[in-house]
């Protein structure tokens, strides 16, 4: 089955509905990634293989609470456009890191050893 793309609204008032939403969606199998989308940023984007709508919308709303399906459709894949650099820059930094230079000192023995 081909990747494909899942927005779901859903009502969230403060930040622990949030990251538990975002939790929850990311705890299905089969989604490589998930994030807000909108303008005020209630809904959320769920991208995957073999991902159930179904079953992501019944669990935000048994954990979250309202939770409204907009869209199930394919992912639309961006391709790179061709670069026509004739002459690339290529920039070469000269650091010398000194490996001494952060050295922590023991902080000793416990004070419960003697």
């Known amino acids: 089955m081909a990747k494909q793309k899942?927005?779901?609204?859903?009502?969230m008032?403060?930040?622990?509905?949030?990251?538990?939403?975002?939790?929850?969606a990311v705890s299905l199998s089969g989604v490589e990634s998930a994030s807000f989308v909108g303008s005020d940023k209630t809904q959320i984007a769920v991208t995957g293989e073999d991902v159930d709508s179904?079953?992501?919308?019944?669990?935000l709303r048994k954990g979250v609470g309202y939770t409204e399906l907009l869209s199930v459709g394919p992912v639309e894949e961006k391709k790179p456009a061709a670069e026509k650099e004739t002459n690339p820059t290529v920039a070469s930094l000269n650091f010398t890191v000194n490996p001494y230079q952060y050295?922590?000192?023991?902080?000793?023995?416990?004070?419960?050893?003697?």
């Open 13 to 24: 008032n403060n930040e622990k509905k949030i990251r538990k939403a975002l939790k929850i």
């Open 103 to 114: 050295y922590y000192g023991s902080y000793g023995m416990p004070y419960y050893a003697y």
């Open 6 to 11: 899942i927005v779901v609204k859903v009502t």
């Open 54 to 59: 179904v079953e992501l919308t019944t669990l």
